[in-house]
């Protein structure tokens, strides 16, 4: 710490010896003519031309009355040269105040060392930005996890894979949403804050507006604002956009994420069984070439179709239980026990049978799959299973032993979905915060007629997280969440 603390103080004087000979250390504009990239991939053309580069100085070498560098900018480095002939002996000994992390701009000729490295010798220079801290660890690398993620700046000077990970993340974005305007949905935005949070089970952010004086949430989904878009006829949307969630925090999990839910009337879960293949399938495909994706030490095949499983056939296959065989939440609660399961004595069959997938089948879905067929109890929002109303249209796909999509036919009866709210708000007055809360406009807007439809949503990070190969959450988002330094 001392020794920074030094080097800081250094920066400093540099700093004020700048500023004493009239120089700007941060400033206004410079006109770059190429990057670093371009002026490597095209020297044949550039030979001996005059261009204009800027970034940051990423190494310094002096040799006496001259001086060898690397600039590095958005696009790669290049190295520059400067001497006294080039300069002039007033503008070298200038030179000496800058410092490793300095970003300026450097105009002269293009060349080629002896040693095969293409070059740009200054005929001017000019600091475009005094850099007061010196760079972490001196090019080794950064890496303190717990600092790259609170100084994701720095992270990202220094390591160049956490770069190529956001730029892929750009690209993953755009492509979802390239395939869904070329299957002609319509992206829409919905608002983020709301008097009433719906459209999942989980606890929402609570906010305050002094104007209105109401309290309002954060949104924990969008599904119930995009479902009134479906009563006002609009057929088939989506919105990509953040959504809010009061829950802890894992590899997997971030309070505050990227969803994608998508919305297709005259459309059930089996059709978002089929678009969620394709979309995923196809993104890998123009990312990559290819359908497969390695993800650790493993390969995972995405080519459509994806096995459809239902959720009791799952845990029949992990655990030799089948739920099909009990006759009421007794014999369901007692096998629980027989399996090790937490569980309270108010749970339903469903919410059992959903224990027993999470516990024993979830992390072990490797290959991409389809689980299908959700207790009624844990899918207030589905459409009954129309041979067997103990369960609803719905599906989860997992990738890597990870949810990354949940989808169902979506449900449209609004006596219905009265009594589904009328049930989720039992749970709430019991205690259970995540539980639905009763939303009368949404009520109402069903009442006026809804067509059947489908809907999906997508974990956009957690997608990411896969087809970047990253097994922390945090790694595919700029500034993760993190609990506040003491």
Known sequence: MEQDNELIRIRYEKLNELLKKGIDPYSQKFEATHSSLEVCENYEDLKDTIVAVAG????IREHGKACFGHLQDGKGKIQFYLNVDGIGAELFEQFKLCDIGDIIGI???VFCTRRGEITVQAQEYAVLAKALRPLPEKWHGLKDVELRYRQRYLDLIVNKEVKETFILRSKIIQGLRDILNEKEFLEVETPMMSTIAGGASARPFR???NAL?????????TELHLKRLLVGEMEK???????????GISTIHNPEFTSLEIYQTYADYHDMMELTEQII???????FGEKKIKYEDKVFDLTPPWPRVSMVDLVKDYTGVDFNNFADSHQAFKEAEVLGLETDESDGWGNILTNAFETFCEDKLEQPIFVKDFPIEVSPLAKTKREDPRFTERFEAFV?????????????DPLEQRKRFEYQLSLRQKGDEEAHMMD??????LEYGMPPAGGLGIGVDRLIMLLCGETSIRDVILFPTLKPRD
Do not use: P, Q
């Open 56 to 59: 940051r100085i990423i190494s």
């Open 107 to 109: 105009k002269g000729k």
């Open 207 to 209: 906010t305050y507006h």
């Open 213 to 221: 004086d109401v309290n309002l949430f954060l949104r924990i989904a």
């Open 237 to 247: 949307i989506y919105e990509l956009g953040k959504v809010f969630r009061n829950e």
């Open 281 to 287: 399938s196809e993104l890998c495909r123009r990312l």
């Open 400 to 412: 890597g032993g990870k949810e990354i999509a949940n989808a169902f036919s979506e449900l449209n």
């Open 440 to 445: 009368e406009d949404f009520l109402t807007s």
